[in-house]
């Protein structure tokens, strides 16, 4: 085989170097910086001729670059953030959480007038009932000729929970087959896991979250102080995602959410005042305990999510918890971070049975998740019918190559389980039922169900 390297920088879209007579020739093709028009996304690729004048393979690279940043007031005048994204096109356009926008509505216009940037914004429900095609297409004719017109290069600014980071963030993807946008999360979910994901989507007809495709935001900005308005409920919810990383992926996060993770909770991340009083000192050292818990989340979670941008690998330990309970969720109408929550108990509870945790590490896990009043069971987990079910319809999602359960080796660290065979599931679902059955409440948490929050 004749290889007929190139060097990368000299071609520049002219492909008469593959000579019809040779045999199989490779040519890496790199496009020239002086075309490019988009600062977050380049590529490169090469083509191989096999030298019949037959047959050619195509492989191309995609690079994307997503930054994540953590702000302090994103909307303060003072803060130039927004404005250095917008000031150069003099315009911003906006798609924003309509509890957001009555909460925040006012500082955000301030915000873009006071630095001379129109302001275009729709305001838009995004209630999990809202994560439908036909809102997508809604922000589509926002986005497109009709509307803002809206070019491929120019950023759209999401502001709002994981449902709207999930519904706008597939429509900049299908604007213009890819359009740039900045999120702003503004519920724990949204701030380190939905809103810097990749994974954009809307629920399908059957399944949620069933049509989608990977587009992540090119800047992600997480100021924790939209936690403040946040219901009580959602801050639990965020924080089971933020256990699921620390016990597969940070020990050291995992120890601050037992030595913090209550006041947290009862604070909103250090952005309301504590019960028990506290005085200015104690109340920062808790603001930079709140950030270094939310930083590590998000790190701990785009190391593995953002490097694999297509799933294209299921050595994924931020779907811990997330193996059996899309099934069970629904069935038991739970809270999608109680489901999380009781998932990540009972994948200890195999872990244990399969020798892979040792059971002073699966109570540790569970008195975390107990202290922050998420539950670790529900009597749907004995319905095992439904659990092998759930396993089969995971096998399916990722790839068929196995189940890949992620589950804990210890604090801090995880494997993946190939597959679960049904006697080992009924097994581990009994000794998690007894290791429950001895905790306050049955190892209920607070808030469980959906009908607890009226969102039925
Ligand atoms: N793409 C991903 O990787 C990924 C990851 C996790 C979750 N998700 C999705 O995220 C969604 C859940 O997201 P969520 O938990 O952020 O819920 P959400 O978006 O429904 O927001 C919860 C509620 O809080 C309101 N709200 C938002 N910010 C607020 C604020 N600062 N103050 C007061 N109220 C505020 C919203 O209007 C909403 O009523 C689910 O649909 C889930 O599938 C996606």
Same mark, same amino acid.
């Given at each position: 085989m004749v290889q007929a390297k190139l060097h990368p920088t000299s071609l520049t879209g002219n492909l008469q170097s593959?000579?019809?007579?040779?045999?199989?020739?490779?040519?890496?093709?790199?496009? #020239? $910086? !002086?075309?490019?028009?988009?600062?977050?996304?380049?590529?490169?690729?090469?083509?191989?001729?096999?030298? +019949?004048?037959?047959?050619?393979?195509?492989?191309?690279?995609?690079?994307?670059?997503?930054?994540?940043?953590?702000?302090?007031?994103?909307?303060?005048?003072?803060?130039?953030?927004?404005?250095?994204?917008?000031?150069?096109?003099?315009?911003?356009?906006?798609?924003?959480?309509?509890?957001?926008?009555?909460?925040?509505?006012?500082?955000?216009?301030?915000?873009?007038?006071?630095?001379?940037?129109?302001?275009?914004?729709?305001?838009?429900?995004?209630?999990? #009932? $809202? !994560?439908?095609?036909?809102?997508?297409?809604?922000?589509?004719?926002?986005?497109?000729?009709?509307?803002? +017109?809206?070019?491929?290069?120019?950023?759209?600014?999401?502001?709002?929970?994981g449902v709207l980071s999930d519904v706008a963030g597939l429509a900049c993807a299908l604007h213009h087959r890819r359009t740039p946008y900045i999120m702003v999360g503004t519920t724990v979910v949204a701030a380190i896991d939905a809103g810097p994901s990749p994974r954009t989507c809307t629920n399908g007809t059957q399944f949620k979250n069933s049509l989608g495709v990977y587009h992540p935001p090119a800047l992600t900005l997480v100021d924790r102080n939209f936690f403040r308005t946040l219901e009580t409920g959602h801050i639990r919810n965020g924080m089971a995602e933020i256990i699921k990383m620390a016990t597969t992926d940070d020990p050291v996060l995992f120890e601050l959410m037992e030595q913090h993770g209550a006041r947290l909770l009862q604070t909103h991340f250090a952005t309301l005042d504590s019960d028990e009083g506290s005085d200015k000192d104690s109340n920062e050292a808790l603001a930079q305990i709140a950030d270094e818990v939310i930083y590590r989340a998000l790190f701990s979670y785009m190391k593995h999510e953002g490097t694999n941008m297509f799933e294209t690998y299921q050595d994924r330990p931020h779907a811990y918890g997330h193996t059996w309970s899309p099934r069970f969720e629904p069935a038991a109408k739970l809270m999608h971070g109680h489901a999380v929550a009781i998932g990540m108990a009972f994948g200890a509870s195999l872990a244990v049975e399969m020798g892979w945790l040792k059971s002073a590490d699966r109570d540790r896990i569970i008195a975390l998740c107990q202290a922050l009043e998420l539950s670790v069971y529900d009597p749907i987990l004995e319905d095992v019918d439904l659990m092998l079910e759930g396993q089969k319809n995971m096998r399916r999602k990722r790839g068929d190559g196995g189940l890949w359960a992620p589950l804990p080796t210890g604090i801090g660290s995880c494997d993946y389980a190939q597959e679960v065979p049904p006697e080992l599931l009924q097994a581990a679902i009994i000794s998690h039922q007894q290791c429950c059955s001895t905790l306050p409440n049955q190892g209920r948490g607070k808030e469980m169900y959906l009908h607890d929050l009226g969102l039925e």
């Open positions: 593959i000579s019809p007579s040779e045999s199989e020739q490779v040519i890496q093709f790199k496009h #020239s $910086d !002086k075309y490019r028009t988009s600062e977050w996304y380049s590529g490169h690729g090469q083509i191989a001729a096999s030298g +019949d004048n037959r047959s050619f393979e195509v492989s191309a690279t995609y690079t994307l670059k997503a930054e994540v940043k953590l702000v302090e007031g994103v909307f303060e005048i003072a803060n130039p953030t927004l404005a250095q994204a917008y000031c150069r096109r003099g315009r911003c356009v906006a798609i924003v959480d309509q509890t957001v926008a009555q909460l925040y509505g006012e500082a955000l216009s301030n915000y873009f007038a006071h630095h001379n940037i129109a302001l275009e914004v729709l305001t838009c429900r995004a209630w999990e #009932s $809202d !994560k439908t095609p036909d809102t997508v297409h809604r922000l589509l004719k926002f986005l497109g000729k009709d509307g803002c +017109d809206v070019s491929r290069n120019e950023p759209v600014l999401v502001v709002g929970g």
